[in-house]
């Protein structure tokens, strides 16, 4: 069983920055695939940065630019910094992990959620 856990989620003023953080614990880091997804109220949930297979970082139009997913494979952790934030990145912060297991289907994890909001 994968364990998610978040920090970092706070309120800022427009324009500030904050960087979320996720450790997974009971995973292969090798072999699980890390991403940040949001959902403000009302909305649904959807997908802010991930990345692939192959390592490489892929963004959301509406974070494109100002936002940056890395990951820290010795501490097993991913991060989301964000930038130049925006009234409109106002959502709870959710972490998802896809562990990829060779004789079985992915398996896909998620944190509890952290709550960022951005309002003057």
């Known amino acids: 069983q994968v364990h998610l856990v978040e920090s970092g989620g706070g309120l800022v003023q427009p324009g500030g920055s904050l960087r979320l953080s996720c450790t997974a614990s009971?995973?292969?880091?090798?072999?699980?695939?890390m991403a940040w997804y949001r959902q403000a109220p009302g909305n649904q949930r959807e997908l802010a940065a991930w990345?692939?297979?192959?390592?490489?970082?892929h963004y959301a139009d509406a974070v494109k630019g100002r936002f940056t997913i890395t990951e820290d494979s010795a501490a097993n952790t991913v991060y989301l910094q964000m930038n130049s934030l925006k009234p409109e990145d106002t959502a709870v912060y959710y972490c998802?992990?896809?562990?990829?297991?060779?004789?079985?289907?992915?398996?896909?994890?998620w944190g509890q959620g952290t709550q960022v909001t951005v309002s003057s």
């Open positions: 998802n992990a896809v562990v990829m297991e060779i004789y079985a289907a992915p398996k896909i994890y």
């Open positions: 990345f692939t297979t192959n390592r490489s970082s």
């Open positions: 009971g995973s292969d880091f090798r072999n699980t695939f």
